[in-house]
């Protein structure tokens, strides 16, 4: 069985900065993406920011590019995500995803293609 775990959330005011981790254990194949997903009150679950695992392939909403940064961890199977000059509007549950059957541009920013997720982490953003 997956297990995906999410840690780092927290509040802080507008410009600040957080780092979300993401572990992921019992993952028996490689999966071909590891994303971030957020989730704001009363809103649809957007993707934020993802890897091609084993290439130095990544993709990012247009809303972070330039703020934020998705890296895999050293260890196998972890994931992270800086994000800087955080605004309100990044507020909301930041979802950790994995288990991909398919990978790259076309597939990674898409949470359909994803079948392991964690139970995410809050982050909120003050004006």
């Known amino acids: 069985q997956v297990h995906v775990v999410e840690s780092g959330g927290g509040s802080v005011q507008a410009g600040g900065s957080l780092t979300l981790s993401c572990a992921v254990s019992?993952?028996?194949?490689?999966?071909?993406?590891m994303g971030w997903f957020r989730q704001a009150p009363g809103k649809e679950r957007e993707a934020v920011a993802a890897?091609?695992?084993?290439?130095?392939?990544?993709y990012y909403a247009d809303s972070v590019k330039g703020r934020f940064t998705v890296s895999e961890g050293i260890g196998k199977n972890t994931l992270s995500l800086q994000m800087n000059d955080l605004k309100p509007e990044d507020s909301g549950m930041y979802y950790c995803?994995?288990?991909?059957?398919?990978?790259?541009?076309?597939?990674?920013?898409?949470?359909?293609?994803?079948?392991?997720w964690g139970q995410g982490t809050q982050v909120t953003v003050s004006s």
């Open positions: 995803a994995t288990e991909a059957q398919y990978g790259g541009i076309w597939y990674c920013l898409r949470a359909v293609v994803y079948k392991s």
């Open positions: 019992g993952l028996t194949t490689t999966s071909k993406c």
């Open positions: 890897v091609y695992p084993g290439t130095t392939s990544t």
